[in-house]
């Protein structure tokens, strides 16, 4: 099996920074898009940024200029620098991957059991 497990959330004020790591490890062949999700209460899941194989990126407008994903291939790792935070970035964030595993099933989608970011006012 395959399991993604995050690190690195917490309360923070406004203005602060935080970075957030996603350890992938299991049965895995090779790791294509990586990206980071999070979910404020009463609101949908929405993707926050996403890092390709290739090291290509895209960000919500929301986090552009703010924060920044980053991999680590040889470690099958992800992380998300966040700076400036603000009140509204208060989320549970998860990670994502589509994974190719030992046993070959291509674009297999798995998830971190999230972590807590808290920004205070």
């Known amino acids: 099996q395959v399991q993604l497990v995050e690190s690195g959330g917490g309360l923070v004020q406004a203005g602060g920074s935080l970075r957030l790591s996603c350890a992938a490890s299991?049965?895995?062949?090779?790791?294509?898009?990586m990206s980071w999700y999070r979910q404020a209460p009463g609101k949908q899941r929405e993707l926050v940024a996403l890092?390709?194989?290739?090291?290509?990126?895209n960000y919500v407008d929301s986090v552009k200029g703010r924060f920044t994903i980053s991999r680590d291939n040889a470690k099958n790792t992800v992380y998300l620098q966040m700076n400036s935070l603000k009140p509204e970035d208060t989320a549970v964030y998860y990670c994502?991957?589509?994974?190719?595993?030992?046993?070959?099933?291509?674009?297999?989608?798995?998830w971190g059991q999230g972590t807590q970011v808290t920004v205070s006012s």
């Open positions: 299991g049965r895995i062949l090779s790791i294509n898009a």
């Open positions: 890092i390709t194989s290739g090291g290509s990126t």
């Open positions: 994502n991957a589509v994974i190719t595993t030992t046993s070959g099933r291509a674009g297999v989608i798995f």
